[in-house]
């Protein structure tokens, strides 16, 4: 893309900062970004910088666990347009205790999902025996995938295709997206994570 997805122009304003703020809406509890520092939240990294989405999963969840907080978590990627308060609400207070992952034309979302407290810590435990994919995670924990028109059925109001991710340049057209005003030459970003429930 040129440019770090983090810093997509949304609305005026780049995306990981505005995802931020939906999250904080949602929650009042522990927040990270995995990340470089886009956001006013406290930023962690994952080891090694850009190692993968499952790297930064563990990283958010270990960074949860020093804070004390061993509960389920919201967890949200940098490049989701449509992805607001209304989205996270309904993640956040889906019924039942296994980790919840959006599934849209048969794909899961694993990075905008809820993950439940043993998900977090498969995530870690994963990434300490070298694994790196969000697979592996999805073939081992309790996920109960549910499909985007079930969660869009609990937003009637909601506008935009709920999880659409941009990660083509063809993709910034088509979602009305707009590259940021100054590309950035930084690593890629990570994923958002919040306490969730």
């Not at 956001?39 to 989405?53: I, N």
């Not at 919201?74 to 993640?91: E, M, N, Q």
Request: hydrophobic share 45%.
């Amino acid at each position: 893309m040129g440019f770090d997805k983090a810093m997509l122009d949304v609305s005026g304003s780049p995306n990981a900062l505005r995802l931020a703020r939906e999250l904080c809406k949602v929650t009042s509890g522990v927040l990270v970004e995995v990340g470089p520092g886009f956001t006013h939240l406290t930023s962690v990294r994952e080891a090694p910088t850009g190692s993968g989405p499952l790297a930064a999963l563990a990283a958010g969840a270990s960074y949860l666990r020093r804070r004390c907080y061993a509960g389920p978590a919201l967890v949200l990627a940098c490049d989701l347009p449509f992805v607001d308060a209304a989205v996270l609400k309904v993640l956040a207070g889906w019924p039942g205790e296994a980790s919840i992952v959006p599934v849209e034309e048969g794909v899961a979302q694993p990075l905008c999902a809820r993950w439940s407290a043993a998900g977090l810590g498969l995530a870690v435990e994963l990434v300490a025996r070298g694994r790196r994919a969000m697979k592996a995670l999805l073939e081992v924990a309790d996920v109960e995938l549910v499909d985007v028109a079930e969660l869009a059925a609990q937003m009637p109001a909601h506008e935009g295709p709920l999880l659409a991710d941009v990660d083509t340049p063809d993709d910034l057209g088509r979602f009305g997206v707009e590259p940021p005003q100054a590309p950035l030459t930084s690593g890629p970003g990570g994923a958002a994570g919040a306490e969730g429930g």
